[in-house]
């Protein structure tokens, strides 16, 4: 019972000879490491593209009898961790420099690693992303429809909170960086223009709305 007081007393000690011994620094230790300049916009879309494709592919996988909460639940749990992430990472590059937002940072092709990338340029990257997941949600969406599913209502709630966390992504995107994307959402209209319908079917107004998708 006495040995853990003396062993506290004993840290605590050792810790004050420590901090006397140690000589007085006005100036900011060398070896703190600063905060990483966050990633660009295309950076943060290339990545979770990345990311979501294997877990689209899964979704895409699944057959009739795997139309289950416990089969189709956790893939869509990680899908969301994922868009989630890009929201927060979209966030971060609020009060950053254009350079740091718009660089190019490798992703477009023949242009610079430290390139400004345009509006244009930015579009077809953020409509990959966007294309991927309403893709697969649209092939879940049409094994429900063509087959009598016990847990049909359930799945389609999932399929829902995916395209809304999708409109959340874009609303991120326009609402925080927008005055940097002119016409960011009609250029995704026209490239995303024919998933119209899975957007429509699972009443996701405000994707659709800011991609100029009348529903």
Known sequence: MLFKPF?????????????????AVDTEPATLVKKATPKSLSQIFADA????????????????????????????NNIKTVLNG??????????????????????????????????????????KLIRLVLTALAAV????????????????ALLIEVGQLLGTVLFTVTSVLGFLLPGLGL????????????IGELGLGLLGGILGILL
């Not at 969406?141 to 016990?150: K, S, V």
């Not at 995303?192 to 899975?198: A, C």
């Open 86 to 127: 890009v929201v927060s990472d979209v966030q971060s590059l609020s009060g950053q420099p254009s350079t740091v937002i718009l660089a190019n940072h490798g992703v477009t092709p023949n242009v610079g690693q430290n390139a400004i990338v345009s509006v244009g340029a930015i579009a077809p990257i953020i409509a």
């Open 49 to 76: 593209t990345t990311s979501l494709t294997p877990l689209t592919q899964q979704l895409q996988g699944l057959g009739a009898k795997d139309m289950t909460m416990a089969k189709v639940n956790p893939i869509v």
């Open 187 to 198: 250029l995704l209209g026209g490239l995303l223009g024919d998933l119209g319908f899975i």
């Open 7 to 23: 062993a506290i007393f004993a840290t605590f000690a050792l810790s004050a000879i420590s901090t006397l011994a140690a000589p």
């Open 141 to 156: 969406r049409g094994i429900l429809f063509l087959n009598p599913i016990l847990a049909a209502f359930e799945i389609q």
